[in-house]
């Protein structure tokens, strides 16, 4: 993942790696991305916080076909064709 500075890109994470960038994906280590699907947080911890997530966060892995995230006309076409598909 990259982040443009200007008119240049820069690595999102740094490495002592110079290629880390074109390293395959089953050679980089396991990412996961918060989907916002779920948030289960005690009272006392989000007002400490003042956050729906504390300083202790369990994972919560879902599949690709259960966090569905629509934020295109293209996320909504590809949500109603998988629903299709599980519907038939």
């Given at each position: 993942?990259?982040?443009?500075i200007?008119?240049?890109l820069?690595p999102l994470?740094s490495?002592?790696?110079?290629?880390?960038h074109?390293?395959?994906?089953?050679?980089?280590?396991?990412?996961y991305?918060?989907?916002?699907?779920?948030y289960?947080?005690?009272?006392?911890s989000?007002?400490?916080?003042?956050?729906?997530v504390?300083?202790n966060i369990l994972?919560?892995?879902m599949t690709d076909?259960?966090?569905?995230?629509?934020?295109?006309?293209l996320d909504f076409?590809?949500a109603e064709?998988?629903?299709n598909k599980?519907?038939?």
């Amino acid at each position: 993942m990259w982040r443009i500075i200007g008119e240049w890109l820069e690595p999102l994470v740094s490495s002592s790696n110079n290629n880390i960038h074109t390293l395959s994906y089953h050679l980089l280590p396991e990412t996961y991305i918060q989907n916002a699907s779920i948030y289960i947080t005690k009272t006392r911890s989000f007002y400490q916080h003042n956050s729906t997530v504390g300083s202790n966060i369990l994972s919560f892995v879902m599949t690709d076909d259960e966090s569905i995230d629509i934020n295109s006309e293209l996320d909504f076409l590809m949500a109603e064709t998988l629903l299709n598909k599980e519907l038939k």
